[in-house]
């Protein structure tokens, strides 16, 4: 088991906390499955960008970006260069430290 550390995010995670997630298990799911309700607007069908993430430490151990992942991250708030969209980062045998980015696209256009 692979285990995330989870910074703390005002809506998703406040306290921040610690999970535990199998490799090959996308970082989106790992949050749902651990009752951190992140955004997924598309359902994970690499469609959107609500899903989006900042991997702080680990981000080498994650699957290759593909180019449709690569041009919806161009669009997503807060753009960093470990960024990813949770549904298609796939987590590796590699600890992971991840933010939440405090908006999405959806908050940012909806006035939160």
Known sequence: MT??????????????????ASSGES?????????IEIEHACEKSVACTT????????Y?????LDDKEEDLL???WGLEAT????????IGQEDLVV???????NHASENH
């Open 3 to 20: 285990q995330i550390v989870i910074l703390p995010h005002p809506t998703y995670c406040p306290e921040g906390t610690v999970i535990e």
């Open 27 to 35: 970082i989106c799911d790992a949050l749902l499955n651990h009752d």
């Open 51 to 58: 899903c989006h993430v900042v991997v702080r430490e680990g």
């Open 60 to 64: 080498a151990s994650l699957n290759e």
């Open 74 to 76: 161009d669009m997503a």
């Open 83 to 90: 960024s990813r969209l949770s549904c298609q980062a796939l």
């Open 99 to 105: 933010e939440i980015p405090k908006y999405t696209i």
